[in-house]
């Protein structure tokens, strides 16, 4: 099969007629949506109507805007050094200043109306974008001007989006100096890292130790990007009135603080049974000291080493996904078959994985680096998730397809969970070990891990308020988040002081602490897929749903849905239970090994 994709869809090339006709029509549509905005919306007349039009023009000039700036982003995510990919990119982005200044007068128009409720109940198109138009009226409040807003937003291209490109170019094209059976080499650092889930042990600990060591060449560089990014983020929230970073994701996030404090309380009472997985695992490792180094972190258990060939993960996953539904298997399968997944491993190609969805084509695209392992398949469901939910939204409107961060994980992570429970059905003893050990692993990448970046984002926007950080202060503020993470579970001596460099998450200004939505979204997809072994097929229509709605509702709201209430510390205790029960299982396995 093959293991790039395809992206003809949006366009085959950067010369191609149809991305300058595109880029055309999207300056024109900008153009026009500008002057619109400038002559109607000085007063509340025909306010029907010119919510109408907004929304129509908009609709026409974001889908324009997507495409053109998706196969930008595409193309450089698996090819750093693409030229042509880099300037479409800064091209488009500088021209979505544009749509700043009439987005800033309709939000600021919008939040004028009085009866904007009413308003919204004479049109059906209107009805449709109900929640967004009330959502934009509600944060009209934390607008700035229209010339501070445009000049923010063309300052953002040289600014925090100039030092995300940097650190995308930084750890893309990385190479990491590595010896391996008495041969020096020099592999990308996905390579690398990827190593980590090897059965041989020097290997893995080799390739730690390559790693931390090629970060020194960056480390600087990488430092200063997020400091860059930090401190606008700092900066902006300030201006716009906002309590805090965290209090603008929230936001953003459609979530409120009691959700995520619940849910913080829930993982904090949660640590001690992680803590015991790890120090099991450690022994099973034959670590003596009963604590696990970092580089054992993955470090696949048991006999069994499960392999799969690009081609059996397809099939592999797509007959467990048919397993939930028929729809979800045949998601999967198109995704393999028509060439929507990037897996193969290559030079200038990001690290990790993603998913991206394209409304505008009822498609999406995945790119992953793919080396065979059961963790790998893992993670291919994990992202096949995402497509599927943007496969749930194909029928909503456009302004209404983009969801919160939190629920984002929701599909992806149970769709991990179908996967692990569907394989160890008809797995051998062996193959069962290590599944549930995987499984766990993830788990407590999602709690343990998360909860130590959390940690760690929280600690780098308190101390970036009184200035810039050091490569050696990011490290220590790692370390120790780590540290009150883990606990005793990891070996203090041999812990990942540079998993600020590595992780992406931390180099955008438009998603800040996006670590918590994944505890969220595991948590959450937990208690729903306990909710799908009691209601089966029933379950199924109305879990599409809720995913088809998640553009246009709170968190709370979506949650709802299913008759959860993600305010109650219970529902996080009950869904982390589940978790728990694997780890007893597990520690009661490896205790008849260690015996």
Known sequence: MNMRWNLGVLYSSFDAPEWKQD????????????????????????????????????????????????????????????????????????????????????????????????????????????????????????????????????????????????????????????????????????????????????????????????????????????????????????????????????????????????MLQAMRESLPSFHQYFRTKAKLLGH?????????????????????????????????????????????????????????????????????????????????????????VSTMAHELGHGYHGECLVNEAFLNSEYPMPIAETASILCETIIANAALEQATSEEAFAILENDISGASQVIVDIYSRYLFETAVFERRTEGALSVSTLNELMLQAQKDAYGDGLDPAALHPYMWVCKPHYYSADYNFYNFPYAFGLLFAKGLYAEYLKRGEAFVEQYDKLLSVTGKMSVADVAAIMDVDVRSVDFWRNSLSLVAKDIDKFVELASARLN
């Open 23 to 262: 880029w055309e029509k999207l300056v024109r549509e900008t153009e026009e949506i500008k002057s619109w905005a400038a002559q109607n919306l000085q007063s509340s007349e025909d306010a029907v109507a010119k919510m109408e039009k907004y929304i129509t023009m908009m609709t026409s000039v974001l889908q324009t805007q997507f495409r053109l700036y998706a196969y930008g982003e595409l193309t450089a995510s698996v090819d750093a050094k693409n030229e042509a990919a880099l300037l479409a990119i800064e091209k488009v982005q500088n021209q979505a200043v544009e749509l700043v200044e009439p987005g800033v007068q309709f939000q600021k128009w919008l939040g004028s109306l009085s009866n904007l409720n009413d308003l919204i109940s004479q049109s059906e198109l209107l009805e449709t974008h109900r929640f967004m138009l009330t959502e934009m009226s509600d944060k009209s409040k934390y607008m700035l001007s229209e010339k501070e807003e445009i000049v923010l937003a063309k300052m953002k291209n040289t600014g925090s989006n100039a030092w995300t490109k940097l650190h995308e170019m930084l750890t893309s094209t990385l190479l990491v100096d590595i010896t391996i059976d008495g041969e020096h080499k020099q592999l990308p650092l996905p390579v690398v890292r990827n190593m980590a889930n090897e059965k041989d042990p020097q290997l893995r600990k080799t390739a730690y130790e390559a790693e931390l060591a090629a970060y020194k060449k960056i480390d600087e560089a990488a430092a200063a990007s997020l400091n860059g990014i930090k401190g606008e983020v700092i900066t902006v929230a300030k201006l716009r009135g906002y309590e805090s970073p965290l209090d603008k994701t929230l936001q953003d996030s459609r979530m409120d603080r009691e959700t995520l404090e619940a």
């Open 288 to 376: 003596k000291s009963a604590q696990l180094p970092f580089y054992d972190l993955f470090a696949p258990v048991g006999e069994a080493d499960m392999r799969f060939s690009y081609e059996e993960s397809r099939d592999f996953i797509v007959k467990h996904f048919g397993s939930f539904s028929e729809k979800l298997a045949n998601y999967a399968a198109r995704a393999y078959d028509n060439q929507w997944i990037d897996a193969e491993i290559r030079e200038g190609k990001r690290g990790g994985a993603f998913c991206y969805n394209l409304h505008i084509v009822g498609e999406s695209r995945i790119m992953s680096n793919y080396t065979g392992s059961y963790s790998d």
